[in-house]
């Protein structure tokens, strides 16, 4: 795995209630990193699917999931302490028990926690788009990504993409086209009219109001 971050940890206006979150709600909703493989039956207490979600931002859109999929099992991934205790109070606010929260970079936490062909789908909704071509490399859809993620999910699994930046989006696919892990089940440009059915994300809604297309993409491992 390349050691480039995808990512930038930036600072941001926190609040009180996300502080109290993150002290006291951590111990029972968040995962802490380790090199060690997660036994995912015996975190969440089930054999319910589990879906991991890559960036989720302020945890809206994952929380949506989560209280529309109450029989399946998410893994939030995120840096940014803000939104991590957002999604925190919402947890405990919406009494779910079906979420648990990592907050490190999510290619270690893939490739050191979670065991191979376990998943049954990824999220990753409008990661970085790293928009200067110096940084291109910065960005987490790489060859490399896509063969982990592959690695990670069981046959048939599905691996969601969504970015509001042309140039991201030309790169994801000639990313995909080199990639002999996935098929494409859904490919869709829109418009935000919901045609890719998830929920909306506070980075799409900020990309429409730029006047920015939606790219998704919805990839199916079969090999």
């Not at 926190?14 to 380790?34: P, R």
């Not at 529309?68 to 998410?74: A, C, E, V, Y």
């Not at 928009?131 to 691996?159: D, S, V, W």
């Not at 991201?168 to 996935?182: G, P």
Request: hydrophobic residues 35%; contains cysteine; charged residues 30%.
């Amino acid at each position: 795995m390349r050691t480039v971050k995808s990512f930038v940890k930036r600072n941001g206006r926190i609040t009180t209630g996300q502080v109290f979150a993150l002290k006291n709600m951590w111990c029972k909703f968040g995962i802490d990193y380790t090199e060690k493989i997660l036994d995912l039956k015996k975190l969440f207490g089930n054999q319910s699917p589990v879906h991991i979600d890559i960036g989720f931002g302020d945890g809206n859109a994952l929380i949506q999931e989560a209280e529309k999929n109450p029989k399946t099992n998410f893994i939030g991934i995120e840096v940014h302490r803000p939104g991590i205790g957002r999604c925190l109070m919402e947890i405990r606010k919406k009494e779910l028990s079906n979420i648990l929260i990592s907050s490190h970079d999510a290619q270690e936490v893939m490739k050191s926690q979670i065991k191979d062909d376990s998943l049954d789908r990824i999220n990753l909704y409008f990661p970085d788009p790293w928009p200067k071509k110096r940084h291109y490399k910065r960005r987490i859809i790489q060859t490399e990504f896509l063969n982990l993620c592959a690695k990670k999910l069981k046959m048939h699994g599905i691996f969601c993409i969504a970015t509001d930046w042309r140039n991201y989006a030309e790169h994801i696919d000639s990313v995909i086209d080199l990639n002999e892990n996935f098929t494409i089940k859904i490919r869709l440009i829109h418009k935000g009219e919901g045609e890719a059915n998830r929920p909306s994300t506070k980075f799409e809604k900020k990309g429409l109001k730029k006047g920015h297309l939606i790219w998704d993409w919805v990839l199916k491992k079969t090999n």
